[in-house]
């Protein structure tokens, strides 16, 4: 299998980030790591392993990037307001700095993003935030309001990264022109203590007239990279 690591300082979070670009083609996938993980625990969680059948038969390319929530959602040592800003400028480092190295490895017009537990939050809001790079999205265990990380604070950037704030009133023929052509899959299971938030975000993409699918699974602790692993191969 095809490895490479990737290292360069951004510019817009001031530090040097980390990556990993598993295979050589096929459908690219932008991977979240979960809270706290790092841009390696994919590939050792053995989730990159267990899809080795595909990448080396050029079915996918995975991207595995670094987060920045210990700096943003979860830093308790700075204001609110800085805790939001950390994460609009992740979303900055990703679109403007990550996407533009997938878009030079790989002209599949098809990409997607994918994520489990906070990373399934991720996924989700990036590729409803921006659907005409990601054409689909699977998040698995994902929550998709982070607002109490922020202890009542609230104000536009909030809004704009929390898709249970911004999807009911979005009305823009140009989002939906690209939703309707995208496939987005929530993957969750009837012990998740996320199972509540899929549901939620399933009634509103359902109300908006998104297209979608809603997967509850019966499976003995859900939330769990065993499970994960299941649903990658039921949906990826």
Same mark, same amino acid.
């Given at each position: 299998?095809?490895?490479?690591?990737?290292?360069?300082?951004?510019?817009?979070?001031?530090?040097?980030?980390?990556?990993?670009v =598993?295979?050589?083609?096929?459908?690219?996938?932008l991977? =979240?790591?979960?809270?706290? #993980?790092?841009?390696?625990?994919?590939?050792?969680?053995?989730?990159?392993?267990?899809?080795?059948?595909?990448?080396?038969? #050029?079915?996918?390319?995975?991207?595995? *990037?670094d987060? *920045?929530?210990?700096?943003s959602?979860?830093?308790?040592a700075?204001?609110?307001?800085?805790?939001?800003?950390?994460?609009?400028?992740?979303?900055?480092?990703?679109?403007?700095?990550v996407?533009p190295?997938?878009?030079?490895?790989?002209?599949?017009?098809?990409r997607?993003?994918l994520g489990?537990s906070?990373g +399934?939050y991720?996924?989700m809001?990036f590729?409803?935030?921006?659907?005409?790079?990601?054409?689909?999205?699977l998040?698995?265990? +994902?929550?998709?309001?982070?607002?109490?990380?922020?202890?009542g604070?609230h104000d536009?950037?909030v809004? =704009?990264?929390t898709p249970t704030?911004?999807?009911?009133?979005?009305n !823009? +023929?140009?989002?939906?022109?690209?939703?309707?052509?995208?496939q987005?899959?929530?993957?969750?299971?009837?012990?998740?203590?996320?199972?509540?938030?899929?549901?939620?975000l !399933? #009634?509103?993409?359902?109300?908006? +007239?998104?297209?979608?699918?809603?997967?509850?699974w019966?499976?003995?602790?859900?939330?769990?990279w065993p499970?994960?692993?299941?649903?990658?191969?039921?949906?990826l």
């Amino acid at each position: 299998m095809i490895r490479e690591y990737h290292k360069w300082f951004s510019s817009r979070l001031g530090r040097e980030m980390e990556l990993l670009v =598993f295979g050589h083609g096929g459908l690219p996938v932008l991977v =979240f790591p979960t809270s706290g #993980g790092r841009f390696f625990e994919f590939e050792d969680r053995g989730l990159v392993g267990s899809l080795a059948g595909k990448i080396d038969a #050029g079915q996918l390319q995975l991207y595995c *990037v670094d987060a *920045v929530d210990m700096e943003s959602w979860y830093n308790r040592a700075v204001p609110p307001r800085w805790r939001i800003a950390r994460q609009v400028q992740y979303e900055s480092y990703v679109m403007e700095e990550v996407v533009p190295l997938m878009l030079a490895k790989n002209p599949n017009p098809k990409r997607m993003t994918l994520g489990c537990s906070f990373g +399934g939050y991720h996924a989700m809001n990036f590729a409803l935030r921006h659907p005409d790079r990601f054409t689909g999205a699977l998040s698995m265990s +994902g929550a998709f309001d982070m607002t109490s990380f922020l202890h009542g604070y609230h104000d536009e950037d909030v809004y =704009f990264q929390t898709p249970t704030q911004y999807l009911p009133n979005l009305n !823009d +023929g140009w989002y939906f022109d690209h939703f309707r052509q995208n496939q987005y899959v929530l993957a969750t299971g009837w012990d998740d203590q996320c199972l509540g938030a899929n549901q939620h975000l !399933d #009634g509103i993409l359902a109300s908006k +007239g998104i297209p979608h699918q809603l997967y509850i699974w019966d499976a003995w602790n859900s939330h769990d990279w065993p499970t994960w692993e299941r649903m990658l191969h039921a949906y990826l």
